[in-house]
């Protein structure tokens, strides 16, 4: 079961307390309803009650907090009636519109990104800048706000290991604007090492928070705990991206007739609109490429018969691999945002393609070269800082020709054409670069790439 509210990530699944809430009494939890509030969301926010409304509500004591998964066909909304009982109305209203707000810019589907923990604390981050704080439950992760202060009880009870992750992830995200996209909040907190290491060494698996019990403070979690988003299938991820999406175009049309979005500011409201276009998407582009470049090997495999000797000779197993070099424009137009949205894509395909990046200005930087690990996004960085040349990318890419199958140009475009390639060519433009000095070249490959929606 998906999405759990943050405290899960503490490690308080199955506990009866969520830390950072007020205990609800028996005879609260027995009156609690979710239908009022369900009718308060109709009536204040439109958009995020047309966009839960076909999804199915699950009372549940099996999880801690609230939360979506897609299982069995259908989505659902799992919800604790204990947990649900200790908030006050507002942050009900909350929890509402920031399970709505994860599926609405598809955290649950095409924007995964590894490791999972620290893009689960990113996607907080980001949707939590969009929620007015007093409606988020207490210890929620809000950029530019510490975490609570430890008192020296808090710290002794903690020992010094699990105190300094605390301050390390706390000083981190107090140190963050607001409103950034979950990729670049992903990318801060990948690049770095010591906040890396906080959230991914924290006990109970890999970073899901620390545990609270017996009183003892823990680092805390995301607003929810995703874990289940891992776990669906590739059919019920789609599922879930195209039954969500038919939601949000109708919740759209609805609001736009009506002029009624709720809190949705307008910024928001133009980016959940290009959400919903019938455009191509950049990351569908990029995927084509890496899969028009396959390269087809064989080998033997004795449980598959052979074509004209069948039974006596073992048959033909084909595999496919690629291996693309991706050289990453270091001019200073090409800022880590723009880098962290091709890492973030190239992530997810690195598990069946070999990436090889190389930073480049005026002159390719072997130094900076780097493989991809399988699922492994390595963080955004930066080694040179001069102008652009893409003729010394041409002649590198031509020396390396028998090592890869093709490759990949990150940059703005704002250098004079190399002219042709022989090898495949893709250029990947950043959204506020232009093709038109490198378009005249007819074989290769153009990505330009757009900011995410918004969160």
């Not at 899960?8 to 509030?37: I, K, S, W, Y």
């Not at 409103?179 to 991914?200: I, P, Q």
């Not at 669906?232 to 049309?253: G, H, P, T």
């Amino acid at each position: 079961m998906n999405d759990i509210l943050h405290a899960a990530d503490t490690g308080t699944a199955g506990t009866d307390h969520v830390p950072g809430t007020r205990t609800a009494t028996d005879a609260e939890v027995a009156a609690f309803g979710l239908d009022a509030h369900l009718i308060n969301l109709m009536m204040t926010e439109p958009f995020f009650s047309k966009v839960l409304r076909p999804i199915t509500k699950v009372r549940t004591d099996e999880i801690p907090t609230a939360g979506v998964l897609a299982k069995d066909g259908d989505i659902k909304m799992w919800w604790n009636p204990k947990f649900l009982a200790s908030l006050t109305p507002k942050q009900v209203k909350g929890l509402l519109k920031h399970e709505c707000y994860h599926l609405v810019f598809e955290h649950t589907t095409t924007r995964r990104h590894t490791p999972h923990i620290v893009w689960n604390y990113a996607t907080d981050l980001a949707i939590n800048s969009l929620i007015d704080e007093e409606e988020l439950p207490e210890g929620g992760l809000i950029p530019g706000k510490a975490f609570k202060a430890l008192t020296e009880e808090d710290k002794v009870k903690m020992g010094p290991e699990a105190v300094k992750r605390y301050e390390t992830v706390s000083a981190k995200i107090a140190s963050f604007p607001k409103e950034m996209s979950a990729e670049w909040y992903f990318a801060r907190l990948m690049e770095d090492e010591d906040v890396k290491e906080a959230l991914e060494g924290a006990p109970g698996g890999e970073g899901e928070g620390e545990p609270g019990e017996g009183g003892v403070p823990g680092l805390p979690g995301s607003m929810d705990s995703h874990d289940g988003w891992d776990e669906m299938s590739a059919s019920d991820r789609e599922y879930l991206k195209q039954k969500i999406k038919q939601s949000i175009e109708k919740a759209v049309k609805e609001c736009d007739a009506t002029g009624s979005w709720g809190s949705v500011g307008a910024s928001c409201q133009k980016a959940i609109r290009a959400m919903v276009s019938n455009e191509v998407p950049w990351q569908s582009v990029i995927k084509k490429f890496c899969g028009m470049i396959r390269r087809a090997h064989r080998r033997s495999n004795v449980k598959r018969l052979h074509r004209k000797y069948p039974g006596i000779h073992p048959g033909m197993q084909k595999g496919y691999t690629a291996s693309i070099y991706v050289y990453i424009d270091q001019s200073g137009s090409v800022g880590e945002q723009e880098l962290s949205l091709l890492f973030g894509e190239l992530g997810g395909l690195a598990k069946k393609v070999t990436f090889i990046t190389y930073h480049f200005d005026t002159e390719v930087d072997e130094a900076s070269k780097t493989e991809w690990k399988k699922g492994r996004t390595p963080p955004v960085h930066r080694t040179r800082y001069g102008g652009t040349d893409f003729k010394c990318v041409a002649e590198h890419a031509e020396a390396h020709s028998s090592h890869m199958d093709g490759y990949l140009v990150l940059t703005d475009g704002y250098a004079p054409d190399p002219g042709p390639s022989r090898i495949k060519r893709g250029w990947v433009i950043t959204p506020n670069g232009s093709d038109e000095q490198v378009n005249g070249n007819t074989r290769d490959f153009f990505i330009r790439t757009k900011f995410p929606a918004a969160a």
